[in-house]
């Protein structure tokens, strides 16, 4: 199985360590690249899957260190479109510790993926040969261009036969390109428009709220606590609205703090109205990962859209059960990688599923 994906990668520049902006500058950053669809083809790339990358990036020597960067990890970058104009976008975070949360900065304006149409992209071409394609909602969020190209690109890739999936990602900070239209309501006008082409449906614990209004029943995400059992009830609203999605997928995410979260995840089939929890404890009971030191929580919904395509694009591990439980056994592991990629392997991820969750040094 081949997967496309298709978005924005950035520059990512954050403090050291647990670092504030104001304590590390004047002075070094790290320096890497990350961004949601490019972080799902890289972990696909890793788990061994065959993944291209679809983007738009200047012509310059940061952008080609940023290629040279995907495709060094095995990911197919020759689609990739290279503009005269436009830039790089990038990212500075700050990564939270206890109570004091992560901060995000963006400084992506005038990026050659906002500023490209939708044209410009040979989308029969790049779905040659391809079986599924995976976007999320930060491309169509960040311009009329992106977001005209990010649904153009779904439809195409229906009717090339392909399998399509796409992570809602909600981004409050993004949905400004239509001036007098709250980022909210934007983002739901626009992703009701691509949402007819999507099969399978990826959110975490709040995006169904945020962009399609489908709140979770006894749930307060701001206090940590998540009903599991209400995002059935979420899953099944989102298929009454949308007939043609085949699956819905949501982390569960319990933030008691930056670094101490609880971690989960619901699949919904639609063709049986089944609903499947991961992971379990020895009585076959939802019981989520408690994950108490993170590392590093940024990419851990493309992690986990990441095991999803692939757990579902196999033959171990397609079952709803057995799909569930790897995405989000992928996704518990990139909580202790620093980075957005995920560079958990298969064997990694197999094993916590199985139960080996101790740490203890392999040797």
Known sequence: MKVVTFGEVMGRIAPP??????????GSMDFTFGGGEA??????????????????????PIADACINTIRGLGVDTKKIIR?????????????????RASNVVYDRDHSSIMITPSDKYNWSEIFSGAD????????????????????DAAKAAKDCGLTVSCDLNFRKKLWNWKPG????????????????????????????????????????????????????????QIVSQFSNVKYVAITLRESY??????????LYCAKDSSSSFAP????DV????????????????????????????????AAPEKAISFAVAASCLKHSIIGDFNYATLSEVTALMKGAASGRVNR
């Open 280 to 283: 379990l404890n020895a009585q």
């Open 83 to 99: 503009t005269k104009n436009g830039r790089l976008g990038l990212y500075f975070l700050e990564t939270g510790a206890n109570q």
């Open 286 to 317: 939802y019981e989520s990962y408690e994950i108490k030191s993170i590392v590093d929580r940024v990419g851990g919904g493309d992690s986990f859209a990441a095991g999803l395509i692939y757990a579902l694009t196999s033959i171990d591990y």
């Open 181 to 236: 239209t709250k980022p909210r309501d934007l983002a739901e006008e626009t992703m009701r428009k691509l949402l007819p082409y999507i099969d399978v449906v990826i959110a975490n614990e709040e995006d169904a709220e945020q962009v399609l209004s489908i709140h979770a029943a006894d749930t307060n995400v701001d206090a940590g606590a998540v009903n599991a059992a209400g995002y059935i009830e979420v899953a099944k």
């Open 132 to 151: 599924w394609f995976h976007l999320t909602g930060i491309t169509p969020a960040l311009s009329e261009n992106a977001a005209i190209a990010a649904i």
């Open 257 to 266: 703090s930056a670094t101490h979260n609880n971690w989960g995840g619901m």
């Open 39 to 60: 972080n799902v083809a890289v972990s696909l790339s890793i788990l061994g899957r065959e993944a291209a990358f679809v983007t738009a990036l200047p012509d310059n």
């Open 17 to 26: 360590s647990f670092n504030r902006f104001t304590q590390s500058l004047p």
